[in-house]
């Protein structure tokens, strides 16, 4: 890279400290996490300064053995990839086709870019906005602890995700391989879905895992529409703060559950992080 | 663009899109909308009231200390956030061993679940012999009462947010940094100015465009705050960390004020779309 200037070894030295730094800031409460989900209970908050499993303690998986074994974190847990699961079906299979219409017909009542940031714009509402309204209306039509009416709001509040971004990438898409196919007797259904889609699958299956790891840490909705039955996992940690208080090792160890698949997620779709977060708008 | 066919078979991809978005945003806005203009108990809408919950608004100081606690925290978390994004991107943003790793580190806060950030909150912040603490006591012999004092119950939240979400504005402004090549660097230095003149004279006008985009995301995401707050402080000590949508939340769901609690939503949203207006054009031009 151009920008290497001729640097004296304490400058790199002081560099390479600061990132280090911040690595262990960006770190440190994941680290904790993990750890004190390790410890026996009564050693929660016994044990000194940054608590080095081995070194300071005998980590046990007691807490992880207990808590995966509770019939109540396996509901939890199933409920959380169920709705993750089918509203990011129901966001791709809704918004890859208007991507798609809006990078490659014109749209004249309303402009194409106007429809896009209207589709955007779904995603500046305040859920808050809309909770009460929804609490209502599930409540009309019996669906109040029913995992269905979170995977129907889910869907909504990530299909902006799957329209912007599937949009920005068809853009960039030369649109010559379609136009042969449809010239080769292809209609337009078949040129989108047999030429244009199986190019963009890598771009698609980073928005999919977009969509999955919003849904899953999603929490307001959540909250206001289950109780019992279809509280997804977030919900269920949140119910960790019983009457005999806050549990912290129970805590912890349901925390490190709740962000090890988006964490995960995360990590495969590296390349395509910056994009998909600004909608497109950054290329990363 | 390239050549934009026009045919029926657009309808057909967009259009279920279109109605499913009008179906679950705007018709329960409209229906909020309605609500707000009703006295609710117990759930059940009974009676007409016209503009009373609104008015309502006006003299509840619950309202405006959520309004207030809310605009300062989105003010303070989005500035540290972007700034800090901005110097981290310059330190990331030269030769560095093991960039991608690194990199791929930082972007682990951002996907975690932040209401899971709030309660793993309250296990650094506790204040007898939570490491935080505890690393206080060793080195000053003090400790800091991070969650029954209100100011430092609002610090908390804020470093826990600033945790979260600064590695976000440090990749995009990374990204963007990296776009710029390399001749213009490399020019730069030729005509051998200081680092700081490259930066404030060269890289920051051109990494501006992606420095507003971030702070647009960021704008509209804080905004949205609640998770963090219910699990880490639940608005309190007293009210001193109620944000608008936990007051909101409560308001509604809590105590069953469905009417009064639409009219609030109804401000939330008004101040939303003001902000988000004076970036209208520049959202509309990216879209191009």
Redesign the interface.
Known sequence: ?????KRSPAGVFI??L??MV??T???F??Y??VV?SLKPPAQ???I????IPFVQFIPTLDNWRTELYTRESKAALLNSIVVALAATVIAMA??I??G?????????KMK??????W???????????????????M?FFHLLDNVFALI??N??FT?PFA??IS??TF?EL??ELE?AATVDGCS??EA?WKIALPLLTPTLVAVAAICV?FT??E??FA??LTSIKART??VY??G?EDTRG?Q?WF??T???L??GP??V???FI?KY??RG??FG???? | ???????K??Y???L???I??LA??I???F??LG?SFFKVRL?KPTHFVGLANFERIINDYKLVNSLKVTLLYVAITVTVQIVLGIL?AL??????KGKSI????????????????G??????F?E????LN??LM?LFGAKIPWLSHPTWAWVAVLL?DI?QWT??CF??IL??LQ?LS??I??AA?IDSSSEWEIFRKIALPMIQP?VI??LL?RL?ES??I??VI??LTGGGPGTATEV??LY??RT??RFFD?GY??AL??L??AI??II?NLFFKR??A???
């Not at chain 1, 708008?281 to 990363?284: D, F, I, L, P, S």
């Not at chain 2, 690194?102 to 950030?117: H, N, W, Y």
Request: net charge positive.
């Open positions: 890279m151009g920008v290497v200037k560099r390479y600061l990132i911040v690595v800031w960006a770190l409460i994941l904790w996490g004190t929660t908050f016994t000194s300064g940054i608590s809704l918004g086709p208007a798609y219409a809006l990078s490659r017909f014109q749209f004249r194409n870019k106007d429809l896009t940031v589709f955007l714009s779904q995603r500046v509402l305040p859920p808050v906005a809309v909770v009460i309204p929804f609490f209502l209306i409540r129907l709001i869907a909504t299909l329209v912007v949009r920005q853009q030369p649109i136009e337009d259904f989108f790891a899953w840490n929490f307001l909250l206001s996992f977030p940690l949140a960790a806050v912290f805590i912890a349901r925390t490190i709740a962000m988006p964490t997620l995360a990590l590296q992080i910056v977060l600004t708008a950054v290329k990363g | 663009m390239s050549a934009l066919r026009s045919r078979i657009k057909f991809f967009i279920p899109s279109i499913w978005v679950f945003t018709f329960p806005l229906y909020s609500l759930g981290l330190l990331f943003h030269q030769e560095t690194l990199r791929a580190l930082m972007i682990l806060p951002i996907f975690c679940t932040p209401v899971a950030v309660y793993l909150g309250l296990t650094i506790y007898e012999g939570g490491p505890s690393f060793s826990l945790w590695p976000f990749l995009v990204a963007g776009s390399e001749e660097y490399d230095y992606v985009i971030v995301l509209i905004f949205k609640f998770d219910f699990s608008f949508s909101t939340y509604g769901l469905f609690a639409s939503s109804y939330l949203l939303v779309m988000i959202i509309r990216v879209y191009e």
